[in-house]
């Protein structure tokens, strides 16, 4: 036996189920499932994955809303040998087409609509057409690897299948055909590739192996938790945070997960206390709107622990009220590439250490605070840009070896291009970004996927984006823009024009126009001017 038992998501599911299969998994709304019945629906859908032609090793891409499908599907992909590609349901028309391309995937699983967001109909504007091959496969214009189609509610792309269609076809494959596909997935393979935004304009999709489910199972138990708590599951799965941090982590220790298709202050709270839960999670946009919510109704909230990414100067007030509303919260540092979290506190932290800190080095991770011009090493409490280096950093930025590279140096360090300090008691703290990134109420934003966007239009002949502080989201991008000489659009026709074609996180709140932009000797804008300039202008 290994050192750590190599295990893939599939057996995560399957020893759940052995261990704990009476034992409530999930709820959601009226509905509940033990983890005996959450397996089997694993097992279902992973046998109507093998019907519609789903091969070991091949990208299935998801765009779906918190659901219990998306639970059975991010087991069930696993089961087969594929991998999940999960896809922000903030995304748009231009967002969810360039990531299912980018990604080759060969499935496309989604949900049909979610309230006023018609996500069929975005798909349905970016393929003209659709057409099927004599063997089955779909011909879908504008995406070349794409060959099957499903939808969950009600179907209107030509040649999909619904979600009925769907699972009936897994009838037809035995358990003898399922447990070769499992015994078959390779824990070193493909699991999951998560899109994130970078600073070179394109998102990027991080490739993580089966691996990283060692880093939850120790912070889980580090965490004291067990097969008596339960999680409220209020944050988007497609984010590492809530794919690993609730998820996976309950699964791992049979615990419970109360899941909400949407984050809801008042419902988070109202079902919190129904549910007894004991492990809340969030970014400080989702605490400040929860202190709001406990603050105009008291309720009877039995927090045991809380995570909470801080560090941040932005981030600590809010954390210092969680304390005394809700009960302790942990903070840790993580990041797609190096998956959810790779320094975290445990319970017996101090207040101040769990506050004012982010986290202290897990198991098998090195760090290291590097000055940016020189490479050297800095010294205690002297912020530098952040390397780490540890089993759970990414295998690749998928198709991309060039971004790959620059993140990735020959020695195993990945430079986060994030700003760091490490204190004299060991804690890491994370202090912004190095690389301009923006991060709305939780979101990433790359300021040059937007800046490209915008100077795709005509009346713009360049652009900048900048963060502006928000008390609810932390910051928002700001967008500094050169017009094209001969074109004239007022500010807010620029911004309108963005809403329903890229995610509603990335557009800018604010535009304002100006002749040049402040520039280093370089050549390079100097974006700290741009900051402080939005600030000036808008107050």
Known sequence: MDWYRKRTLSDVMDEAAARWGAREALVFGEQRWTYAQLNEEVNRAAKALI??????????????????????????????????????????????????????????????????????????????????????????????????????????????????????????????????????????????????????????????????????HERAQMLGMTMHDVHMNYLPLF???????????????????????????????????????????????????????????????????????????????????????????????????????????????????????????????????????????????????????GYTVMDCYWDKPEATADAKDKDGWLHTGDMGMRRPDGWMVFMGRYKDMLKVGGENVSPAEVEAYLRNMAEVRDAAVVAYPDARLAEVPVAFVIKEPGHDIEAQALIDRMHGRIASFKIPRHVIFVEGYPMTSSGKIRKVELRAEARRILG
């Open 239 to 389: 984010h590492l945070y809530a794919y690993a941090e609730i998820t996976l982590a309950a699964a791992l220790v049979g615990a419970k997960q109360v899941m909400m298709d949407v984050f809801d202050a008042e419902r988070v709270l109202d079902l919190a206390e129904q549910e007894k839960a004991t492990v809340l999670h969030g970014f400080e946009a989702h605490w400040l709107d929860l202190l709001n919510a406990q603050a105009r109704k008291p309720r009877d909230i039995r927090m045991r622990i809380g995570t909470l990414p801080s560090g941040v100067e932005s981030t600590v007030p809010i954390a210092e009220k969680v304390q005394d509303v809700f009960g302790p919260t942990v903070s840790g540092f993580g990041m797609s590439e190096i998956w959810a979290y790779v320094s975290c506190d445990n319970p017996s932290s101090t207040r101040e250490q769990r506050v004012h800190a982010s986290g202290y080095p897990m198991n098998d991770y090195e760090f290291r605070v590097i000055d940016v011009e020189t490479g050297a090493d800095q010294p205690d409490n002297v912020p530098g840009e952040l390397l780490v280096r």
């Open 51 to 216: 019907a519609l032609g789903v091969q070991n090793g091949e990208h299935v891409a998801l765009w779906m809303t918190n659901r219990p499908e998306w639970l059975f599907l991010m087991f069930g992909v696993a089961r087969v040998g594929g991998c999940l590609v999960p896809l922000n349901t903030r995304y748009r028309t231009d967002d969810v087409a360039y990531a299912v391309r980018q990604s080759r995937s060969r499935t496309l699983i989604s949900l049909d609509r979610s309230g006023p967001i018609d996500y069929q109909g975005m798909l349905a504007e970016t393929m003209p057409s659709i057409e099927r091959h004599s063997d089955g496969r779909l011909l879908v214009d504008g995406y070349p690897d794409l060959e099957r189609l499903v939808i969950l509610g009600e179907r209107s792309l030509a040649h999909a299948q619904d979600w009925q269609q769907f699972m009936a076809g897994g009838a037809r494959i035995s358990d003898a055909e399922l447990a070769a596909r499992k015994t078959a997935v390779d824990p070193d393979g493909r699991m999951v590739i998560c899109y994130t935004s970078g600073t070179t304009g394109s998102p990027k999709g991080v490739v993580h192996s089966h691996r990283p489910i060692r880093n939850t």
